[in-house]
């Protein structure tokens, strides 16, 4: 899609708008045509290229770890299994100095967590017009869609579907660790008798409406600081490569400006991609090991 064919304004939403299947208020199901649209579907409708990407990228992580895997030898490692074995190792010392209780599952939990993220995130630096320009394409010429119809966003961590789902799977464990380990008592009592306690049977029964309304914030705040975080990065970035596309079309000298620039942006956002995936392993890691642990 060109920049040049609308306003700017246009511009940024279209690339802001996901691909989104649902209902419409008629009763038939389809694919929204726009903004409008798409919000009438309500809570039930899907982004189609977030579930898309993010299944994508989940299959080849599977694929190529599990590919190593099988042929991995006790030689010097060399090529593809080098790479994947430093960040097995990174990911083992994250464990090993966040996670001090026993549980087999919590290391490849951090590791899917990671580099599911990281190549998700990893998709920013695709530039912004590619794949939605391709995608415009195919809908007109096999689908007869008006291009401007055509919405395909490729990092799925701007969407706040995906970052909350993985946030309230984390939550979720979070929870069943917390009964399993402590039991249902021990877990109720973190939320009702700290941090204000008393000898006084009458005052502890005033402090529990208290201290339940304190852990159950700290407690809501770990799927929604996970999501949200992530999430604003993320999209913060991706507006970025956005705005700077549009210089493209505003003559030569600020395409050159443009391209310096988006250079630039492309090379410090490595950073962050990288950095938003191994803050969410690491917090994921932390929640996992309070949950093992009694206060």
Do not use: C
Request: aromatic content about 14%.
């Amino acid at each position: 899609m060109s920049s040049e064919a609308i306003s700017s304004t246009d511009y940024i939403k279209h690339h802001l708008q996901n691909w989104t299947y649902g209902q419409h208020p008629d009763g038939v199901w389809g694919f929204a045509h726009n903004a409008e649209e798409a919000k009438q579907m309500g809570f039930m409708a899907i982004h189609v290229d977030t579930m898309l990407w993010s299944i994508l990228l989940g299959v080849l992580f599977l694929y190529s770890f599990r590919r190593v895997a099988k042929r991995a030898d006790s030689g010097i490692p060399a090529g593809w299994q080098n790479f994947v074995e430093m960040i097995v190792e990174f990911i083992d010392t994250s464990v090993r100095g966040s996670f001090t209780a026993k549980n087999n599952l919590v290391a490849p939990i951090a590791l899917t967590v990671f580099v599911w993220i990281f190549l998700m995130n990893l998709m920013d630096l695709v530039p912004v017009d590619w794949l939605p320009s391709l995608a415009g394409m195919i809908g007109s010429s096999v689908f007869g869609m008006d291009p401007h119809h055509v919405y395909f966003k490729v990092v799925p961590t701007t969407d706040p579907n995906a970052t909350f789902g993985m946030a309230l799977s984390v939550f979720v464990l979070v929870l069943f660790y917390s009964i399993k380990v402590k039991g249902l008592g021990g877990f109720t009592g973190e939320l009702t008798l700290q941090p204000f306690a008393s000898k006084n049977k009458v005052v502890q029964l005033i402090f529990i409406p208290i201290n339940f309304t304190l852990e159950f914030v700290s407690l809501i705040a770990k799927p929604i600081s996970l999501a949200l975080r992530l999430f604003g990065n993320m999209y913060a970035g991706e507006m970025i490569f956005i705005l700077i596309a549009l210089m493209f079309s505003g003559g030569i000298t600020l395409g050159l400006v443009g391209g310096f620039l988006q250079l630039g942006w492309a090379i410090f956002h490595i950073l962050i991609i990288t950095l938003q995936a191994f803050i969410f392993m690491t917090l994921t890691i932390v929640y996992l090991d309070l949950a093992h642990h009694e206060h």
